[in-house]
Protein backbone atom coordinates (compact mmCIF):
# COMPACT_ATOMS: atom_id res chain seq x y z
CA UNK A 1 0.00 0.00 0.00
CA UNK A 2 2.51 2.25 0.48
CA UNK A 3 4.06 2.32 -2.60
CA UNK A 4 0.53 2.75 -4.41
CA UNK A 5 -0.06 6.00 -1.41
CA UNK A 6 3.57 7.68 -2.51
CA UNK A 7 2.68 7.53 -6.54
CA UNK A 8 -0.81 9.51 -5.53
CA UNK A 9 0.73 11.92 -2.94
CA UNK A 10 3.56 12.14 -6.18
CA UNK A 11 0.61 14.30 -7.58
CA UNK A 12 1.59 13.48 -11.38
CA UNK A 13 -1.00 10.52 -12.15
CA UNK A 14 0.12 10.68 -16.27
CA UNK A 15 3.85 9.75 -14.41
CA UNK A 16 3.22 6.43 -13.13
CA UNK A 17 2.58 3.30 -14.74
CA UNK A 18 -0.67 2.32 -11.82
CA UNK A 19 -1.10 -0.54 -13.37
CA UNK A 20 2.06 -1.85 -13.25
CA UNK A 21 1.85 -1.12 -8.99
CA UNK A 22 1.19 -4.54 -7.04
CA UNK A 23 -2.54 -4.51 -5.29
CA UNK A 24 -1.88 -6.13 -1.67
CA UNK A 25 -4.01 -8.79 -0.71
CA UNK A 26 -5.46 -7.72 2.02
CA UNK A 27 -6.55 -4.01 3.38
CA UNK A 28 -8.02 -2.22 6.23
CA UNK A 29 -11.63 -1.84 6.03
CA UNK A 30 -13.78 -0.16 8.52
CA UNK A 31 -16.69 -3.17 9.07
CA UNK A 32 -19.70 -4.27 11.33
CA UNK A 33 -19.16 -8.30 12.31
CA UNK A 34 -21.90 -10.70 11.46
CA UNK A 35 -21.42 -11.94 15.10
CA UNK A 36 -22.37 -8.70 16.32
CA UNK A 37 -25.45 -8.76 14.88
CA UNK A 38 -27.84 -8.55 18.52
CA UNK A 39 -24.80 -6.25 20.24
CA UNK A 40 -27.90 -4.01 20.88
CA UNK A 41 -30.79 -5.97 21.66
CA UNK A 42 -33.06 -4.33 24.09
CA UNK A 43 -32.08 -0.28 23.12
CA UNK A 44 -33.42 2.47 21.78
CA UNK A 45 -31.52 3.73 19.08
CA UNK A 46 -30.51 6.87 20.50
CA UNK A 47 -28.47 4.62 23.34
CA UNK A 48 -27.06 2.23 20.33
CA UNK A 49 -23.39 3.30 19.81
CA UNK A 50 -21.19 3.11 16.10
CA UNK A 51 -18.44 3.60 18.34
CA UNK A 52 -18.50 -0.18 19.49
CA UNK A 53 -19.62 -1.96 16.33
CA UNK A 54 -17.50 -0.16 13.85
CA UNK A 55 -13.75 -1.97 13.51
CA UNK A 56 -11.20 -1.39 11.59
CA UNK A 57 -10.48 -4.86 10.28
CA UNK A 58 -7.72 -6.32 8.13
CA UNK A 59 -9.47 -7.99 4.76
CA UNK A 60 -8.57 -10.23 2.14
CA UNK A 61 -8.87 -7.87 -1.12
CA UNK A 62 -11.80 -9.43 -3.28
CA UNK A 63 -11.44 -11.06 -7.12
CA UNK A 64 -11.91 -8.20 -9.35
CA UNK A 65 -15.03 -9.01 -11.70
CA UNK A 66 -16.03 -8.03 -15.43
CA UNK A 67 -17.23 -4.32 -15.59
CA UNK A 68 -15.65 -4.16 -11.92
CA UNK A 69 -12.76 -1.58 -11.09
CA UNK A 70 -10.00 -1.43 -7.62
CA UNK A 71 -9.63 1.81 -6.00
CA UNK A 72 -7.14 3.18 -4.08
CA UNK A 73 -9.44 5.06 -1.61
CA UNK A 74 -8.14 8.61 -0.51
CA UNK A 75 -10.80 9.77 1.59
CA UNK A 76 -14.85 8.63 2.33
CA UNK A 77 -17.30 9.93 4.46
CA UNK A 78 -20.06 8.83 7.03
CA UNK A 79 -23.87 9.02 5.36
CA UNK A 80 -26.95 8.29 7.41
CA UNK A 81 -26.54 4.70 5.78
CA UNK A 82 -23.73 3.45 7.54
CA UNK A 83 -25.20 4.74 11.06
CA UNK A 84 -27.85 2.60 10.40
CA UNK A 85 -25.72 -0.65 9.22
CA UNK A 86 -23.69 0.36 12.65
CA UNK A 87 -26.78 0.07 14.82
CA UNK A 88 -28.31 -2.86 12.91
CA UNK A 89 -31.27 -0.97 11.93
CA UNK A 90 -34.21 -1.14 10.46
CA UNK A 91 -32.62 -4.54 9.39
CA UNK A 92 -29.02 -6.13 9.41
CA UNK A 93 -27.02 -5.45 6.32
CA UNK A 94 -26.16 -9.08 6.72
CA UNK A 95 -29.41 -9.50 5.10
CA UNK A 96 -28.58 -7.72 2.07
CA UNK A 97 -25.40 -9.52 1.76
CA UNK A 98 -26.85 -12.84 2.30
CA UNK A 99 -29.60 -12.32 -0.32
CA UNK A 100 -26.88 -10.39 -3.21
CA UNK A 101 -24.84 -13.69 -2.47
CA UNK A 102 -27.78 -15.90 -4.03
CA UNK A 103 -27.78 -13.92 -6.97
CA UNK A 104 -24.36 -15.41 -8.96
CA UNK A 105 -21.16 -16.78 -8.41
CA UNK A 106 -19.61 -13.73 -8.81
CA UNK A 107 -22.22 -12.16 -6.11
CA UNK A 108 -21.15 -14.93 -3.82
CA UNK A 109 -18.18 -13.12 -2.87
CA UNK A 110 -20.35 -10.04 -0.98
CA UNK A 111 -21.75 -12.61 1.54
CA UNK A 112 -19.28 -12.41 4.07
CA UNK A 113 -18.99 -12.51 7.91
CA UNK A 114 -17.88 -8.86 7.85
CA UNK A 115 -19.29 -6.20 6.13
CA UNK A 116 -17.21 -3.34 4.84
CA UNK A 117 -19.29 -0.24 4.73
CA UNK A 118 -19.05 3.25 3.25
CA UNK A 119 -21.11 4.93 -0.17
CA UNK A 120 -18.71 7.39 -0.94
CA UNK A 121 -15.43 7.46 -1.86
CA UNK A 122 -12.74 10.14 -3.77
CA UNK A 123 -9.36 8.16 -4.76
CA UNK A 124 -7.49 6.63 -7.84
CA UNK A 125 -8.27 3.43 -10.13
CA UNK A 126 -6.13 0.66 -9.50
CA UNK A 127 -7.08 -2.34 -11.76
CA UNK A 128 -10.20 -2.45 -14.03
CA UNK A 129 -11.83 -5.93 -14.90
CA UNK A 130 -12.91 -7.27 -18.76
CA UNK A 131 -15.03 -5.19 -20.14
CA UNK A 132 -14.27 -1.65 -18.99
CA UNK A 133 -13.06 0.94 -21.60
CA UNK A 134 -13.73 4.36 -20.10
CA UNK A 135 -11.46 4.04 -16.74
CA UNK A 136 -8.15 2.88 -16.62
CA UNK A 137 -5.40 2.49 -14.01
CA UNK A 138 -4.08 6.15 -12.68
CA UNK A 139 -7.70 7.99 -13.27
CA UNK A 140 -8.44 10.38 -10.22
CA UNK A 141 -12.41 9.64 -9.70
CA UNK A 142 -15.26 9.39 -7.28
CA UNK A 143 -17.87 7.16 -6.94
CA UNK A 144 -22.03 7.18 -6.68
CA UNK A 145 -23.36 4.54 -4.69
CA UNK A 146 -25.57 2.83 -7.50
CA UNK A 147 -24.67 -0.52 -7.90
CA UNK A 148 -26.94 -2.13 -10.60
CA UNK A 149 -27.23 -5.32 -12.47
CA UNK A 150 -28.76 -4.29 -15.55
CA UNK A 151 -30.00 -7.27 -16.73
CA UNK A 152 -34.00 -6.38 -16.37
CA UNK A 153 -35.77 -4.33 -18.78
CA UNK A 154 -37.49 -3.07 -16.11
CA UNK A 155 -34.30 -1.21 -15.59
CA UNK A 156 -33.28 0.54 -19.05
CA UNK A 157 -35.44 3.83 -18.58
CA UNK A 158 -34.44 4.19 -14.75
CA UNK A 159 -32.05 2.23 -13.29
CA UNK A 160 -33.25 3.02 -9.77
CA UNK A 161 -36.30 0.97 -11.34
CA UNK A 162 -34.29 -2.58 -11.63
CA UNK A 163 -35.25 -5.13 -9.63
CA UNK A 164 -31.41 -5.81 -8.94
CA UNK A 165 -30.49 -2.36 -7.68
CA UNK A 166 -28.99 -1.89 -4.28
CA UNK A 167 -26.79 0.70 -2.47
CA UNK A 168 -22.55 -0.33 -2.68
CA UNK A 169 -21.80 -0.12 0.93
CA UNK A 170 -24.83 -0.63 2.46
CA UNK A 171 -26.25 -3.62 0.61
CA UNK A 172 -23.21 -4.78 -1.09
CA UNK A 173 -20.09 -5.29 0.27
CA UNK A 174 -16.23 -3.67 -0.09
CA UNK A 175 -17.40 0.07 0.39
CA UNK A 176 -15.50 3.39 0.34
CA UNK A 177 -14.52 3.47 4.32
CA UNK A 178 -11.25 1.30 3.73
CA UNK A 179 -7.71 1.52 2.03
CA UNK A 180 -9.32 -0.46 -1.06
CA UNK A 181 -12.86 -0.39 -2.80
CA UNK A 182 -14.74 -2.80 -5.02
CA UNK A 183 -17.32 -0.92 -7.39
CA UNK A 184 -18.80 -1.06 -11.19
CA UNK A 185 -17.15 0.66 -13.75
CA UNK A 186 -20.36 2.91 -14.29
CA UNK A 187 -20.49 4.13 -10.57
CA UNK A 188 -17.37 6.17 -11.37
CA UNK A 189 -17.39 9.70 -12.78
CA UNK A 190 -14.42 11.84 -12.60
CA UNK A 191 -12.75 13.61 -9.60
CA UNK A 192 -13.43 17.60 -9.41
CA UNK A 193 -9.94 18.83 -9.81
CA UNK A 194 -10.39 22.14 -7.51
CA UNK A 195 -11.44 19.89 -4.85
CA UNK A 196 -9.04 17.84 -1.94
CA UNK A 197 -9.78 14.19 -1.63
CA UNK A 198 -12.18 14.59 1.60
CA UNK A 199 -14.28 17.32 0.09
CA UNK A 200 -14.31 15.21 -3.33
CA UNK A 201 -15.99 12.56 -1.56
CA UNK A 202 -18.24 14.14 0.52
CA UNK A 203 -21.49 15.18 -2.21
CA UNK A 204 -21.37 11.71 -3.91
CA UNK A 205 -24.33 9.88 -2.38
CA UNK A 206 -26.39 13.05 -0.86
CA UNK A 207 -25.43 15.50 -3.60
CA UNK A 208 -27.27 13.07 -6.28
CA UNK A 209 -30.12 11.94 -3.82
CA UNK A 210 -30.96 15.38 -3.28
CA UNK A 211 -30.46 16.24 -7.03
CA UNK A 212 -32.86 13.66 -8.55
CA UNK A 213 -35.28 13.88 -5.11
CA UNK A 214 -35.62 18.03 -6.02
CA UNK A 215 -34.58 18.90 -9.64
CA UNK A 216 -34.88 15.84 -11.46
CA UNK A 217 -38.40 15.00 -13.53
CA UNK A 218 -38.22 11.44 -11.30
CA UNK A 219 -38.36 13.60 -8.25
CA UNK A 220 -39.99 17.13 -7.67
CA UNK A 221 -39.40 18.59 -11.48
CA UNK A 222 -38.17 21.95 -9.34
CA UNK A 223 -38.97 25.70 -11.40
CA UNK A 224 -37.81 29.24 -10.88
CA UNK A 225 -39.98 30.43 -8.74
CA UNK A 226 -41.17 27.21 -6.57
CA UNK A 227 -41.22 27.46 -2.86
CA UNK A 228 -39.02 24.68 -1.48
CA UNK A 229 -39.44 23.84 2.12
CA UNK A 230 -36.23 22.22 3.20
CA UNK A 231 -35.90 20.05 6.63
CA UNK A 232 -32.24 19.62 7.97
CA UNK A 233 -31.62 22.20 5.34
CA UNK A 234 -27.86 22.70 6.77
CA UNK A 235 -27.35 18.90 7.10
CA UNK A 236 -25.90 15.85 4.95
CA UNK A 237 -28.54 16.00 2.57
CA UNK A 238 -30.65 19.40 3.11
CA UNK A 239 -27.46 21.40 2.39
CA UNK A 240 -27.07 20.03 -1.43
CA UNK A 241 -31.17 20.64 -1.79
CA UNK A 242 -30.49 24.14 -0.69
CA UNK A 243 -27.80 24.99 -3.09
CA UNK A 244 -30.08 23.38 -5.65
CA UNK A 245 -32.82 25.42 -4.94
CA UNK A 246 -31.03 29.10 -4.94
CA UNK A 247 -28.93 27.76 -7.98
CA UNK A 248 -31.99 26.56 -9.84
CA UNK A 249 -34.46 29.94 -9.00
CA UNK A 250 -36.52 28.70 -6.56
CA UNK A 251 -36.97 30.35 -2.84
CA UNK A 252 -35.41 27.57 -0.26
CA UNK A 253 -37.50 27.95 2.85
CA UNK A 254 -34.69 26.23 5.36
CA UNK A 255 -35.79 24.53 8.46
CA UNK A 256 -32.88 24.16 11.50
CA UNK A 257 -32.03 22.68 14.54
CA UNK A 258 -29.87 25.78 15.97
CA UNK A 259 -28.82 29.37 15.85
CA UNK A 260 -25.49 28.07 14.53
CA UNK A 261 -27.01 25.97 11.87
CA UNK A 262 -29.34 28.79 10.51
CA UNK A 263 -26.32 30.85 10.15
CA UNK A 264 -24.75 28.58 7.82
CA UNK A 265 -27.69 28.56 5.71
CA UNK A 266 -28.03 32.78 5.56
CA UNK A 267 -24.16 31.96 4.47
CA UNK A 268 -25.60 29.93 1.64
CA UNK A 269 -27.57 32.53 0.54
CA UNK A 270 -31.19 31.27 2.02
CA UNK A 271 -33.31 34.18 3.24
CA UNK A 272 -36.38 32.44 5.00
CA UNK A 273 -35.01 30.23 8.01
CA UNK A 274 -36.59 28.78 10.39
CA UNK A 275 -34.50 27.79 13.71
CA UNK A 276 -37.19 24.57 14.68
CA UNK A 277 -35.45 25.28 18.39
CA UNK A 278 -36.54 28.69 18.67
CA UNK A 279 -39.79 28.65 18.11
CA UNK A 280 -40.19 25.41 19.98
CA UNK A 281 -42.12 23.32 17.55
CA UNK A 282 -43.71 20.51 19.19
CA UNK A 283 -45.10 18.23 16.07
CA UNK A 284 -46.69 15.06 18.65
CA UNK A 285 -48.56 15.56 22.13
CA UNK A 286 -47.21 11.94 22.53
CA UNK A 287 -45.92 9.38 21.28
CA UNK A 288 -49.13 8.27 19.45
CA UNK A 289 -50.66 11.88 18.64
CA UNK A 290 -49.58 14.52 16.56
CA UNK A 291 -50.55 18.13 17.29
CA UNK A 292 -52.68 19.65 14.72
CA UNK A 293 -51.83 22.94 16.33
CA UNK A 294 -48.57 22.94 15.74
CA UNK A 295 -49.11 22.03 12.16
CA UNK A 296 -51.04 25.19 11.53
CA UNK A 297 -48.59 27.34 13.71
CA UNK A 298 -45.87 26.19 11.11
CA UNK A 299 -47.61 26.59 8.28
CA UNK A 300 -47.87 30.77 9.47
CA UNK A 301 -44.45 30.91 10.03
CA UNK A 302 -44.02 29.78 6.38
CA UNK A 303 -46.32 32.40 5.09
CA UNK A 304 -45.18 35.23 7.48
CA UNK A 305 -41.61 34.52 5.64
CA UNK A 306 -42.76 33.86 2.05
CA UNK A 307 -45.34 36.83 2.07
CA UNK A 308 -48.50 34.45 2.28
CA UNK A 309 -47.23 31.41 0.34
CA UNK A 310 -47.30 27.90 1.17
CA UNK A 311 -44.33 25.46 -0.17
CA UNK A 312 -44.82 23.76 -3.69
CA UNK A 313 -42.05 21.29 -2.62
CA UNK A 314 -41.85 19.81 0.74
CA UNK A 315 -38.23 18.42 0.80
CA UNK A 316 -38.87 15.61 3.10
CA UNK A 317 -36.25 13.18 4.52
CA UNK A 318 -36.70 13.51 8.45
CA UNK A 319 -39.94 10.89 8.01
CA UNK A 320 -42.46 10.25 11.12
CA UNK A 321 -41.64 12.98 13.30
CA UNK A 322 -42.47 15.57 10.46
CA UNK A 323 -44.42 14.09 7.81
CA UNK A 324 -47.47 14.98 9.41
CA UNK A 325 -46.81 18.34 9.19
CA UNK A 326 -45.32 18.52 5.61
CA UNK A 327 -48.31 17.29 4.11
CA UNK A 328 -50.10 20.40 6.18
CA UNK A 329 -48.24 23.06 5.21
CA UNK A 330 -47.42 21.92 1.08
CA UNK A 331 -49.60 24.46 -0.85
CA UNK A 332 -52.85 23.13 -2.84
CA UNK A 333 -51.76 21.06 -5.34
CA UNK A 334 -48.02 20.65 -3.80
CA UNK A 335 -45.78 17.70 -3.85
CA UNK A 336 -44.37 15.87 -0.80
CA UNK A 337 -41.08 14.65 -1.86
CA UNK A 338 -40.00 11.97 0.33
CA UNK A 339 -36.74 9.36 0.93
CA UNK A 340 -35.07 8.04 3.95
CA UNK A 341 -37.02 8.77 7.18
CA UNK A 342 -33.92 9.38 9.60
CA UNK A 343 -36.25 9.84 12.24
CA UNK A 344 -38.87 6.82 11.86
CA UNK A 345 -39.93 4.28 8.91
CA UNK A 346 -43.77 4.58 9.81
CA UNK A 347 -45.45 7.95 8.70
CA UNK A 348 -48.86 9.21 10.15
CA UNK A 349 -50.44 11.99 8.25
CA UNK A 350 -54.05 13.13 7.86
CA UNK A 351 -55.17 12.29 4.41
CA UNK A 352 -58.04 15.19 4.10
CA UNK A 353 -55.01 17.42 3.63
CA UNK A 354 -53.38 15.25 0.78
CA UNK A 355 -56.93 14.00 -0.78
CA UNK A 356 -59.10 17.14 -0.47
CA UNK A 357 -56.29 19.35 -1.74
CA UNK A 358 -54.94 17.77 -4.55
CA UNK A 359 -51.30 17.24 -2.89
CA UNK A 360 -49.09 14.89 -4.02
CA UNK A 361 -46.81 12.41 -1.93
CA UNK A 362 -43.58 11.35 -4.23
CA UNK A 363 -40.81 8.76 -3.40
CA UNK A 364 -37.30 9.49 -4.53
CA UNK A 365 -34.38 7.23 -3.88
CA UNK A 366 -30.53 7.99 -4.69
CA UNK A 367 -30.19 8.42 -8.31
CA UNK A 368 -29.45 6.58 -11.56
CA UNK A 369 -25.93 7.43 -13.16
CA UNK A 370 -27.35 9.93 -15.47
CA UNK A 371 -28.74 12.03 -12.28
CA UNK A 372 -25.44 11.64 -10.46
CA UNK A 373 -23.54 12.26 -13.60
CA UNK A 374 -25.00 15.84 -13.47
CA UNK A 375 -24.95 16.16 -10.03
CA UNK A 376 -21.08 15.67 -10.38
CA UNK A 377 -20.62 18.21 -13.20
CA UNK A 378 -22.32 20.65 -11.09
CA UNK A 379 -19.68 20.41 -8.41
CA UNK A 380 -16.76 20.26 -11.12
CA UNK A 381 -18.37 23.25 -12.41
CA UNK A 382 -18.30 25.25 -9.25
CA UNK A 383 -22.13 25.50 -9.40
CA UNK A 384 -22.47 23.40 -5.93
CA UNK A 385 -20.31 23.14 -3.63
CA UNK A 386 -18.95 20.45 -1.36
CA UNK A 387 -20.39 20.89 2.48
CA UNK A 388 -17.53 18.94 4.44
CA UNK A 389 -17.34 20.42 8.12
CA UNK A 390 -14.82 17.95 9.58
CA UNK A 391 -12.65 15.20 8.40
CA UNK A 392 -11.77 12.55 11.20
CA UNK A 393 -8.96 9.99 10.36
CA UNK A 394 -9.99 6.61 9.36
CA UNK A 395 -9.00 5.51 13.07
CA UNK A 396 -12.11 7.62 14.42
CA UNK A 397 -14.62 6.34 12.39
CA UNK A 398 -16.70 5.42 15.21
CA UNK A 399 -16.24 9.00 16.39
CA UNK A 400 -17.54 10.00 12.85
CA UNK A 401 -20.59 8.09 12.53
CA UNK A 402 -21.92 8.79 16.32
CA UNK A 403 -21.81 12.59 15.14
CA UNK A 404 -23.93 11.87 12.66
CA UNK A 405 -26.35 9.75 14.45
CA UNK A 406 -26.30 12.24 17.37
CA UNK A 407 -26.79 14.93 14.84
CA UNK A 408 -24.08 16.81 16.34
CA UNK A 409 -22.44 17.67 13.18
CA UNK A 410 -22.92 20.23 10.27
CA UNK A 411 -23.08 19.65 6.40
CA UNK A 412 -21.15 16.47 5.59
CA UNK A 413 -18.50 14.54 7.94
CA UNK A 414 -15.75 12.99 6.18
CA UNK A 415 -13.27 10.34 6.46
CA UNK A 416 -9.34 10.15 5.79
CA UNK A 417 -8.58 6.66 4.09
CA UNK A 418 -5.04 6.86 2.59
CA UNK A 419 -4.87 10.39 2.59
CA UNK A 420 -2.34 10.58 5.75
CA UNK A 421 -3.37 14.80 6.11
CA UNK A 422 -6.39 17.04 5.09
CA UNK A 423 -6.03 19.07 2.19
CA UNK A 424 -4.24 17.38 -0.58
CA UNK A 425 -5.33 16.31 -3.88
CA UNK A 426 -6.25 19.36 -5.24
CA UNK A 427 -5.02 19.57 -9.38
CA UNK A 428 -7.09 23.07 -10.38
CA UNK A 429 -5.75 25.83 -7.87
CA UNK A 430 -7.12 28.61 -10.23
CA UNK A 431 -10.59 27.36 -10.00
CA UNK A 432 -9.98 26.80 -5.99
CA UNK A 433 -8.99 30.09 -5.50
CA UNK A 434 -12.22 31.10 -7.23
CA UNK A 435 -14.46 29.06 -5.03
CA UNK A 436 -12.71 29.22 -2.07
CA UNK A 437 -14.75 31.30 0.07
CA UNK A 438 -17.70 28.79 -0.51
CA UNK A 439 -15.84 25.81 -0.19
CA UNK A 440 -14.90 26.80 3.50
CA UNK A 441 -18.53 27.76 4.60
CA UNK A 442 -18.94 24.95 6.27
CA UNK A 443 -15.68 24.68 8.00
CA UNK A 444 -15.46 27.96 9.03
CA UNK A 445 -19.17 27.44 10.91
Known sequence: MKEILEAILAGDPSGTDFGALPVP????????????????????????????????????????????????????????????????????????????????????????????????????????????????????????CLSVELESPDGHNDTMLDPEQRIWGFETNFGGLAELALVKANQLMPKPGHLTWEEAACPGLVNSTAYRQLVSANGANMKQGDVVLIWGASGGLGSYATQFALNGGAIPVCVVSSPEKAEICRRMGAEHVIDRSAEAYVFWKDEHNQDPKEWQRFGAKIRELTGGDDPDIVFEHPGRETFGASVYVARKGGMIVTCASTSGYLHQYDNRYLWMNLKTIKSSHFANYREAWEANRLIAQGAIHPTLSKAYPMEEVGQAAYDVHRNAHQGKVGVLCLAPEPGLGVRDTARREQHLVAINRFRDA
Request: aromatic share 8%.
Open 25 to 144: DSYRGVVVRREEQEMFAGLTSREKDPRTSLHIDEVPTPELGPGEAVIAVMASAINYNTVWTSIFEPVSTFKFLERYGRLSPLTKRHDLPYHVVGSDLAGVVLRTGPGVHAWKPGDEVVAH
